[in-house]
């Protein structure tokens, strides 16, 4: 599994942006799709997931009610709507998989990962 992460960028506050993140090679209904992000001195911490068959989604406290996930099995795409970002949102933001749903929010079980998009949030 090959992942390709894009659609980071420069916004202000309140402001809204789109990542996609491009999967290719065989993926399974039970597969977890994530998105972390890791700020500069800071650990990387879990975002959102989505169960690849869209049965499950999860989200970090600090993003409910604003981010969004989302996948199309045709396309082979998995998406995070983000909006109302803030500042604290600035991070570089990775998509991984995880072959299996479970422990879905530990950056370390995850076994392939994207190479990151770059997200910053002026005030």
């Known amino acids: 599994v090959q992942l390709q992460a894009s659609g980071g960028g420069l916004v202000q506050t309140g402001e809204s942006l789109r990542l996609s993140c491009a999967v290719s090679?065989?993926?399974?209904?039970?597969?977890?799709m994530a998105w972390f992000r890791q700020a500069p001195g800071k650990e990387r911490e879990f975002v959102s997931a989505i169960r690849w068959n869209g049965a499950s989604r999860k989200y970090a406290d600090s993003v409910k009610g604003r981010f969004t996930i989302s996948r199309d099995a045709a396309k082979n795409m998995v998406y995070l709507q983000m909006n109302n970002l803030n500042p604290e949102d600035t991070a570089v933001y990775y998509c991984a998989v995880r072959t299996v749903w479970i422990v879905i929010h530990t950056p370390g079980e995850y076994d392939y990962w994207g190479q990151g998009t770059q997200v910053t949030v002026s005030s």
């Open positions: 090679g065989r993926t399974f209904s039970n597969y977890a």
